[in-house]
């Protein structure tokens, strides 16, 4: 193949990537029809193939991805060493590099990042509230929110932490795969969920990384040295992704919604405690005094989750936490996640706000769009 057939492909790709994301971006019937007739049986079929493979396949793949640009990066120096007697090979192999990062973007979009265009979970699910332009208005509610989920939290925290019971991670994926069907109208419930352990576990320690999804393979994947009483939440987590919900913090309010749904110590005690994480640092920028003093009514059990929590952190963050989570800071951005990274804790606001609504009316269907 010529360059100049190689450099016509390029073009074609990538006028197709722009209609792709010009469409799933702007049309909301599009978007409705990639979420209704194309996820859901990709995912599916992921799963099926991938699933019964013991191990993570989608690390497998990351591996040999890698090795593949270590190896280009190698022969790029060559060529610019001899760059006279190699310059078409160099330019060939950069157009080779483009069509393969533009063939692995559109299958990104395909298999996964269209659920970036999807409206936000909160306002799928009717949860809002009065919009207020006053500025100190907006702060005096927002604080008045947190002292009053802080309570709440509080109260859950100490009432499960005695029924607290220590599960492998196995138990877990499966209690969590059972709860989605029983309790979700997911599309892809029947054969579309379920995580494995990932082989890069002290990586993602370094990173500060409790799980993550492989938008190739439609596999879950979960740090399995993370703590118990975290791990429902990060599988539950983990599992938003794999039925649709692209939005860190959407997963997050969805895993909330499940582990505070189903009648399961370990999945209420979790989904409390982790939501407790957000919700107490949130109320510590408002009133630092307060903040501590709700911290010091939590039950022994439940300060020594935390204190593990902060040795590990103490442990493991440093500059290549820092720097790992800049990167996918500037990913979640590029995704139309606004805030980055700062949209996980925003879950507080929506969780909360899911609380008042199961006050008011009989407990439903959790719907996922």
């Known amino acids: 193949m010529t360059n100049k057939t190689k450099t016509g492909i390029l073009v074609a790709q990538i006028i197709v990537l722009w209609v792709v994301m010009f469409l799933l971006s702007q049309s909301a019937g599009f978007v409705q029809f990639y979420s209704n007739y194309l996820f859901p049986p990709i995912q599916s079929f992921r799963l ?59 299958l990104f979009l395909l298999g996964w990042g269209g659920n970036y265009s999807k409206s936000p979970l909160a306002k799928s699910w009717g949860l809002s509230r009065e919009k207020i332009t006053n500025p100190e208005s907006v702060k005096a509610r927002d604080k008045a929110a ?45 054969n579309g969920l379920g995580v494995k352990p990932t082989m890069f576990g002290y990586f993602m320690q370094r990173m500060g990384v409790d799980g993550y999804y492989n938008p ?76 501590k003093e709700y911290g010091a009514q939590l039950n022994a059990l439940t300060k020594a989750h935390i204190d593990t929590l902060e040795e590990i952190n103490r442990k493991y963050h ?3 936490s820092t720097y790992s989570s800049g990167i996918y800071d500037s990913y979640l951005r590029l995704q139309n996640q606004e805030e980055g990274i700062k949209s996980y804790s925003n879950v507080t606001k ?11 009316g009989k407990r439903k269907m959790i719907r996922i769009p």
């Open 146 to 190: 947190v002292i009053a989920f802080n309570t709440f939290l509080l109260e859950k925290i100490n009432t499960y932490a005695p029924r607290y019971i220590v599960l492998p991670y196995s138990h877990i994926n499966e209690r969590a795969i059972a709860y989605y069907r029983e309790y979700t109208d997911s599309r892809v419930k029947q």
């Open 48 to 106: 099926m193939v991938f699933g019964p493979v013991p191990f993570s396949a989608g690390d497998v793949l990351y591996v040999l991805g890698g090795l593949w640009l270590l190896l280009t990066l190698i022969r790029w120096v060559y060529y610019l060493k001899k760059f006279g007697a190699y310059k078409e090979r160099m330019a060939g192999s950069l157009l080779n590099t483009i069509n393969v990062a533009l063939l692995l973007y559109f």
């Open 350 to 360: 929506e969780a909360w706000l899911l609380e008042m609504k199961r006050r008011n």
């Open 318 to 320: 440093g500059v290549f």
């Open 216 to 291: 190739f393979t439609g596999e879950g994947q979960i740090n399995k040295e993370l703590p118990v009483y975290m791990m429902p939440f990060t599988v539950c987590h983990e599992m938003a992704h794999q039925a649709g919900i692209a939005a860190e913090g959407d997963a997050n309010l969805m895993a909330y919604a499940i582990g505070t749904a189903v009648n399961d110590p370990l999945f209420q005690y979790s989904a409390y405690l982790n939501l407790w994480l957000y919700a107490n640092n949130r109320l510590y920028r408002y009133d630092t005094a307060m903040a």
